[in-house]
Protein backbone atom coordinates (compact mmCIF):
# COMPACT_ATOMS: atom_id res chain seq x y z
CA UNK A 1 0.00 0.00 0.00
CA UNK A 2 2.10 2.92 -1.32
CA UNK A 3 0.35 6.66 -1.16
CA UNK A 4 1.68 10.01 -2.09
CA UNK A 5 1.37 10.48 1.30
CA UNK A 6 4.59 9.35 1.53
CA UNK A 7 5.57 12.25 0.01
CA UNK A 8 4.31 14.68 2.29
CA UNK A 9 6.83 16.79 4.59
CA UNK A 10 7.76 16.07 7.87
CA UNK A 11 6.13 18.57 9.19
CA UNK A 12 2.72 17.63 7.65
CA UNK A 13 2.65 14.12 8.81
CA UNK A 14 3.13 14.83 12.48
CA UNK A 15 0.46 17.51 12.07
CA UNK A 16 -1.46 14.32 10.59
CA UNK A 17 -0.37 12.94 13.60
CA UNK A 18 -2.09 15.14 15.78
CA UNK A 19 -5.25 14.60 14.04
CA UNK A 20 -4.86 10.92 14.93
CA UNK A 21 -4.46 11.27 18.51
CA UNK A 22 -7.13 13.74 18.95
CA UNK A 23 -9.53 11.54 17.12
CA UNK A 24 -10.59 13.66 14.23
CA UNK A 25 -9.02 11.06 11.43
CA UNK A 26 -11.39 8.60 10.42
CA UNK A 27 -9.28 6.47 7.51
CA UNK A 28 -7.78 3.64 8.95
CA UNK A 29 -5.54 2.72 5.97
CA UNK A 30 -4.67 6.78 6.07
CA UNK A 31 -3.84 6.69 10.29
CA UNK A 32 -1.64 3.31 9.47
CA UNK A 33 0.27 4.74 6.97
CA UNK A 34 1.24 7.92 8.73
CA UNK A 35 2.18 5.19 11.95
CA UNK A 36 4.72 4.00 9.96
CA UNK A 37 5.72 6.91 8.51
CA UNK A 38 7.11 8.18 12.09
CA UNK A 39 8.49 4.42 13.04
CA UNK A 40 10.31 4.58 9.76
CA UNK A 41 12.28 7.99 10.56
CA UNK A 42 12.24 6.72 14.48
CA UNK A 43 14.10 3.80 13.15
CA UNK A 44 16.32 5.42 10.33
CA UNK A 45 17.51 7.63 13.22
CA UNK A 46 18.35 4.97 15.73
CA UNK A 47 20.57 3.12 12.94
CA UNK A 48 21.75 6.40 11.66
CA UNK A 49 23.33 6.53 15.41
CA UNK A 50 23.82 2.92 15.95
CA UNK A 51 27.72 1.96 15.98
CA UNK A 52 29.24 0.13 12.83
CA UNK A 53 29.06 -3.43 12.22
CA UNK A 54 32.40 -5.16 12.56
CA UNK A 55 31.74 -7.69 10.03
CA UNK A 56 30.56 -4.81 7.47
CA UNK A 57 33.29 -2.40 8.19
CA UNK A 58 36.37 -5.41 7.85
CA UNK A 59 35.08 -7.29 4.54
CA UNK A 60 37.77 -5.93 3.03
CA UNK A 61 41.14 -4.34 3.90
CA UNK A 62 40.46 -0.69 2.95
CA UNK A 63 37.27 -0.55 4.50
CA UNK A 64 38.88 -1.60 7.75
CA UNK A 65 41.96 -0.06 7.55
CA UNK A 66 39.57 3.64 6.89
CA UNK A 67 37.04 2.59 10.00
CA UNK A 68 40.60 1.88 11.82
CA UNK A 69 41.67 5.23 11.25
CA UNK A 70 38.13 6.91 12.03
CA UNK A 71 37.92 5.01 15.49
CA UNK A 72 42.23 6.61 15.62
CA UNK A 73 43.13 3.02 16.70
CA UNK A 74 45.68 3.52 13.74
CA UNK A 75 46.33 7.31 13.16
CA UNK A 76 47.35 8.81 9.80
CA UNK A 77 50.80 10.72 11.49
CA UNK A 78 53.12 10.50 14.64
CA UNK A 79 56.12 11.96 15.48
CA UNK A 80 59.55 10.47 14.16
CA UNK A 81 60.78 7.86 16.07
CA UNK A 82 64.47 8.75 15.62
CA UNK A 83 65.65 10.26 18.83
CA UNK A 84 67.71 13.22 16.85
CA UNK A 85 64.45 14.16 14.87
CA UNK A 86 61.67 16.27 15.44
CA UNK A 87 59.61 15.58 12.03
CA UNK A 88 56.07 14.26 11.56
CA UNK A 89 55.93 10.78 9.76
CA UNK A 90 52.90 10.14 7.42
CA UNK A 91 51.32 7.23 5.71
CA UNK A 92 52.84 6.62 2.09
CA UNK A 93 51.63 3.75 -0.18
CA UNK A 94 53.79 0.53 -0.43
CA UNK A 95 52.95 -2.33 -1.89
CA UNK A 96 55.01 -4.32 -0.83
CA UNK A 97 53.86 -4.00 2.61
CA UNK A 98 51.01 -6.25 3.73
CA UNK A 99 49.11 -3.16 5.06
CA UNK A 100 49.19 -1.23 1.52
CA UNK A 101 50.60 1.97 3.36
CA UNK A 102 53.89 2.16 6.09
CA UNK A 103 54.96 5.55 7.97
CA UNK A 104 57.60 7.80 6.45
CA UNK A 105 59.18 10.95 8.24
CA UNK A 106 59.35 13.80 6.12
CA UNK A 107 62.53 15.12 7.48
CA UNK A 108 64.64 11.98 7.83
CA UNK A 109 62.91 10.00 5.55
CA UNK A 110 62.93 7.19 8.47
CA UNK A 111 60.18 4.45 7.99
CA UNK A 112 58.15 2.23 10.16
CA UNK A 113 54.82 -0.08 9.94
CA UNK A 114 51.82 1.59 10.59
CA UNK A 115 50.76 -0.77 13.48
CA UNK A 116 53.92 0.45 15.12
CA UNK A 117 52.34 1.22 18.92
CA UNK A 118 49.17 -0.18 18.20
CA UNK A 119 48.01 -2.95 19.63
CA UNK A 120 48.04 -4.61 16.55
CA UNK A 121 52.24 -4.28 16.42
CA UNK A 122 53.96 -7.88 16.37
CA UNK A 123 51.04 -9.57 14.58
CA UNK A 124 51.34 -11.45 11.57
CA UNK A 125 47.64 -11.13 10.46
CA UNK A 126 46.12 -9.04 9.13
CA UNK A 127 43.95 -5.79 9.98
CA UNK A 128 40.40 -7.32 9.02
CA UNK A 129 41.63 -10.63 10.91
CA UNK A 130 42.59 -8.74 14.06
CA UNK A 131 39.28 -6.44 13.87
CA UNK A 132 37.03 -9.09 14.04
CA UNK A 133 39.22 -11.46 16.78
CA UNK A 134 38.94 -7.65 18.94
CA UNK A 135 36.24 -6.00 18.20
CA UNK A 136 33.30 -9.30 17.25
CA UNK A 137 34.38 -12.46 18.36
CA UNK A 138 36.29 -11.48 22.10
CA UNK A 139 33.48 -8.35 22.86
CA UNK A 140 31.14 -10.99 21.77
CA UNK A 141 32.62 -13.10 24.14
CA UNK A 142 32.93 -15.88 21.05
CA UNK A 143 34.77 -18.84 22.20
CA UNK A 144 38.76 -19.43 21.20
CA UNK A 145 37.31 -22.67 19.33
CA UNK A 146 34.89 -21.33 17.72
CA UNK A 147 36.51 -18.37 16.91
CA UNK A 148 39.24 -20.09 15.36
CA UNK A 149 37.17 -21.93 13.24
CA UNK A 150 35.36 -19.23 11.60
CA UNK A 151 38.42 -17.21 11.09
CA UNK A 152 40.46 -20.40 9.96
CA UNK A 153 43.34 -19.70 12.55
CA UNK A 154 44.96 -21.46 15.43
CA UNK A 155 43.38 -21.56 18.62
CA UNK A 156 47.15 -20.75 19.99
CA UNK A 157 46.99 -17.60 18.05
CA UNK A 158 43.57 -16.44 18.86
CA UNK A 159 44.12 -17.24 22.54
CA UNK A 160 47.19 -15.37 22.59
CA UNK A 161 44.85 -12.47 21.10
CA UNK A 162 42.27 -12.97 23.94
CA UNK A 163 45.06 -12.99 26.27
CA UNK A 164 46.23 -9.79 25.23
CA UNK A 165 43.32 -7.83 24.72
CA UNK A 166 42.18 -9.13 28.35
CA UNK A 167 45.29 -8.01 29.65
CA UNK A 168 44.61 -4.52 28.07
CA UNK A 169 41.07 -3.86 29.86
CA UNK A 170 42.98 -5.47 33.18
CA UNK A 171 45.26 -2.45 32.82
CA UNK A 172 42.39 -0.02 32.12
CA UNK A 173 40.62 -1.28 35.00
CA UNK A 174 43.82 -0.97 37.29
CA UNK A 175 45.01 3.05 35.81
CA UNK A 176 42.00 4.56 35.33
CA UNK A 177 38.83 2.29 36.71
CA UNK A 178 40.75 2.25 39.83
CA UNK A 179 42.25 5.66 40.00
CA UNK A 180 39.82 7.48 41.25
CA UNK A 181 40.46 7.55 44.35
CA UNK A 182 39.38 5.82 47.72
CA UNK A 183 36.34 3.72 48.17
CA UNK A 184 33.92 4.56 51.31
CA UNK A 185 33.67 8.65 50.70
CA UNK A 186 30.21 8.89 48.92
CA UNK A 187 27.27 8.12 50.97
CA UNK A 188 25.08 5.56 50.37
CA UNK A 189 21.71 7.02 48.81
CA UNK A 190 18.27 5.85 47.77
CA UNK A 191 14.49 5.66 48.30
CA UNK A 192 15.14 3.02 51.10
CA UNK A 193 18.17 4.82 52.66
CA UNK A 194 16.51 7.19 56.15
CA UNK A 195 18.59 10.11 56.38
CA UNK A 196 19.99 9.11 58.99
CA UNK A 197 21.81 6.59 56.89
CA UNK A 198 23.43 8.51 54.53
CA UNK A 199 26.89 7.92 55.28
CA UNK A 200 29.86 6.35 53.35
CA UNK A 201 29.21 2.25 53.04
CA UNK A 202 31.34 -0.42 52.23
CA UNK A 203 31.23 -4.07 52.23
CA UNK A 204 34.09 -6.52 52.15
CA UNK A 205 34.17 -10.27 51.62
CA UNK A 206 36.28 -13.20 50.16
CA UNK A 207 35.65 -15.96 47.74
CA UNK A 208 37.67 -18.71 46.40
CA UNK A 209 37.92 -19.62 43.04
CA UNK A 210 38.21 -22.63 41.43
CA UNK A 211 39.52 -24.16 37.77
CA UNK A 212 40.53 -27.08 36.24
CA UNK A 213 43.72 -26.10 34.28
CA UNK A 214 44.68 -27.70 30.75
CA UNK A 215 46.52 -30.56 32.49
CA UNK A 216 43.54 -31.82 34.50
CA UNK A 217 44.81 -30.16 37.50
CA UNK A 218 42.17 -28.29 40.04
CA UNK A 219 43.42 -25.48 41.49
CA UNK A 220 41.91 -23.04 43.82
CA UNK A 221 42.92 -18.64 44.84
CA UNK A 222 41.57 -16.82 47.09
CA UNK A 223 40.05 -13.14 45.96
CA UNK A 224 38.97 -10.10 47.88
CA UNK A 225 36.38 -7.95 47.22
CA UNK A 226 35.17 -5.09 47.82
CA UNK A 227 31.77 -2.47 47.24
CA UNK A 228 30.97 0.54 47.77
CA UNK A 229 27.17 1.52 47.90
CA UNK A 230 27.64 4.93 47.77
CA UNK A 231 29.24 4.98 43.73
CA UNK A 232 28.47 1.53 43.44
CA UNK A 233 32.01 0.29 41.91
CA UNK A 234 33.43 -2.56 43.32
CA UNK A 235 37.14 -4.07 43.37
CA UNK A 236 38.44 -7.44 43.17
CA UNK A 237 41.58 -8.86 43.92
CA UNK A 238 43.52 -12.09 43.96
CA UNK A 239 45.39 -12.71 47.16
CA UNK A 240 48.20 -15.64 48.49
CA UNK A 241 45.59 -16.24 51.68
CA UNK A 242 43.18 -14.09 53.78
CA UNK A 243 44.55 -14.02 56.93
CA UNK A 244 44.36 -10.80 58.77
CA UNK A 245 47.72 -8.94 57.75
CA UNK A 246 46.87 -9.67 53.58
CA UNK A 247 43.11 -8.13 54.25
CA UNK A 248 43.83 -5.54 56.02
CA UNK A 249 46.29 -3.70 53.91
CA UNK A 250 44.45 -3.82 51.12
CA UNK A 251 41.25 -2.10 53.39
CA UNK A 252 44.07 0.55 53.78
CA UNK A 253 45.22 0.94 50.50
CA UNK A 254 41.38 1.18 48.51
CA UNK A 255 39.30 2.28 51.50
CA UNK A 256 38.76 5.82 53.59
CA UNK A 257 39.54 5.89 56.89
CA UNK A 258 36.36 6.64 59.64
CA UNK A 259 34.00 4.28 56.59
CA UNK A 260 31.21 1.87 57.71
CA UNK A 261 32.56 -1.35 56.85
CA UNK A 262 30.24 -4.42 56.86
CA UNK A 263 31.94 -7.75 56.51
CA UNK A 264 30.95 -11.66 57.79
CA UNK A 265 32.32 -12.96 60.43
CA UNK A 266 35.62 -14.06 59.39
CA UNK A 267 38.76 -13.72 61.92
CA UNK A 268 40.58 -11.75 59.72
CA UNK A 269 38.79 -8.50 59.85
CA UNK A 270 38.58 -8.48 63.65
CA UNK A 271 41.22 -5.39 63.82
CA UNK A 272 39.19 -2.97 61.49
CA UNK A 273 38.15 -0.42 64.74
CA UNK A 274 41.92 -0.26 65.98
CA UNK A 275 42.66 1.05 62.22
CA UNK A 276 39.71 3.58 62.30
CA UNK A 277 37.30 1.90 60.58
CA UNK A 278 33.59 1.27 62.13
CA UNK A 279 33.24 -1.90 61.32
CA UNK A 280 29.85 -4.15 61.78
CA UNK A 281 29.27 -7.80 61.42
CA UNK A 282 26.78 -9.92 59.32
CA UNK A 283 27.03 -13.77 60.91
CA UNK A 284 25.57 -16.17 57.89
CA UNK A 285 25.25 -18.42 59.97
CA UNK A 286 22.11 -16.34 61.73
CA UNK A 287 20.66 -15.52 58.53
CA UNK A 288 22.23 -13.06 56.10
CA UNK A 289 20.74 -9.79 57.55
CA UNK A 290 17.53 -7.53 56.92
CA UNK A 291 17.13 -3.76 55.93
CA UNK A 292 20.32 -2.30 55.51
CA UNK A 293 22.84 -4.16 57.57
CA UNK A 294 23.43 -7.07 54.86
CA UNK A 295 26.31 -7.87 52.65
CA UNK A 296 23.83 -8.33 49.65
CA UNK A 297 25.83 -6.25 47.48
CA UNK A 298 29.40 -7.44 47.64
CA UNK A 299 27.26 -11.08 47.28
CA UNK A 300 25.74 -9.70 43.93
CA UNK A 301 29.20 -8.74 42.74
CA UNK A 302 30.46 -12.06 42.95
CA UNK A 303 27.65 -13.46 41.21
CA UNK A 304 27.80 -10.83 38.18
CA UNK A 305 31.95 -11.29 37.98
CA UNK A 306 32.02 -14.93 37.67
CA UNK A 307 28.77 -14.78 35.46
CA UNK A 308 30.36 -12.22 32.90
CA UNK A 309 34.70 -12.74 33.25
CA UNK A 310 34.43 -16.59 31.65
CA UNK A 311 36.93 -17.12 34.59
CA UNK A 312 36.26 -20.80 34.11
CA UNK A 313 37.56 -21.01 30.35
CA UNK A 314 40.79 -20.80 29.09
CA UNK A 315 43.15 -20.41 31.92
CA UNK A 316 46.21 -22.05 31.08
CA UNK A 317 49.65 -22.77 33.40
CA UNK A 318 50.77 -22.94 37.09
CA UNK A 319 51.60 -20.78 39.67
CA UNK A 320 52.22 -17.11 39.45
CA UNK A 321 50.90 -16.72 35.57
CA UNK A 322 47.89 -18.93 36.66
CA UNK A 323 47.55 -16.09 39.27
CA UNK A 324 48.05 -13.40 36.34
CA UNK A 325 45.12 -14.79 34.21
CA UNK A 326 42.67 -15.17 37.23
CA UNK A 327 43.19 -11.57 37.78
CA UNK A 328 42.95 -10.62 34.59
CA UNK A 329 39.47 -12.89 33.88
CA UNK A 330 38.14 -10.91 36.62
CA UNK A 331 39.08 -7.26 36.16
CA UNK A 332 37.66 -8.48 32.33
CA UNK A 333 34.29 -9.20 34.37
CA UNK A 334 34.70 -5.91 36.19
CA UNK A 335 34.99 -3.98 33.21
CA UNK A 336 32.39 -5.44 31.97
CA UNK A 337 29.90 -5.01 34.88
CA UNK A 338 31.10 -0.99 34.63
CA UNK A 339 30.04 -0.88 30.63
CA UNK A 340 26.71 -2.67 31.12
CA UNK A 341 24.85 0.03 29.87
CA UNK A 342 26.79 1.46 27.47
CA UNK A 343 28.07 0.30 23.80
CA UNK A 344 30.81 -2.07 24.57
CA UNK A 345 32.22 -1.71 21.10
CA UNK A 346 33.39 1.85 21.95
CA UNK A 347 34.06 1.06 25.09
CA UNK A 348 36.09 -1.28 24.11
CA UNK A 349 38.28 1.45 21.52
CA UNK A 350 38.08 3.79 24.33
CA UNK A 351 40.68 1.05 26.35
CA UNK A 352 42.91 0.58 23.55
CA UNK A 353 43.12 4.62 22.85
CA UNK A 354 43.99 4.94 26.41
CA UNK A 355 46.68 2.64 26.76
CA UNK A 356 48.06 2.87 23.47
CA UNK A 357 48.66 6.94 22.88
CA UNK A 358 51.35 8.12 21.26
CA UNK A 359 53.02 11.56 22.55
Same mark, same amino acid.
Request: hydrophobic share 35%; aromatic share 10%.
Given at each position: ?8 ? +???? &? ?8 ? +? ?37 ? /? ?22 ? #? ?18 ? /? ?23 ? /? ?21 ? +? ?7 ? +??? /? ?53 ? &??? #? ?60 ? #? ?13 ? &? ?57
Amino acid at each position: MVSNLFRIS +KLNY &WLYSLLIVSG +KAKNNNFILEVRLMIRRDQIEDNFANAPPNILEVTRTHN /RALTWLTEMEIISEERPCFENECD #GIMTWTVDSNRPDGQIFRCL /RCYARCSIRRDTIFEGSRLTLMELA /RVYFHYFLNRVSIRRCSLELNLS +KKSVGRLYT +KIR /RAISDYVIDVLQAGGLLGTVPQQGPNVPPQHQYPVVEVDESLFAHTTQHGVRQQV &WVF #GIFDRGTQQCRMFVVPNRSAETLEELIQEHVAVGAVIYSDGWAGYNGLVNLGYQHRRVLHNQ #GFGFGLDTTNGIESC &WSQIKRLSDFYRGIQGRGENALNQVQDYINHGIWLRHIRNREALLELVQVINSLYMRE
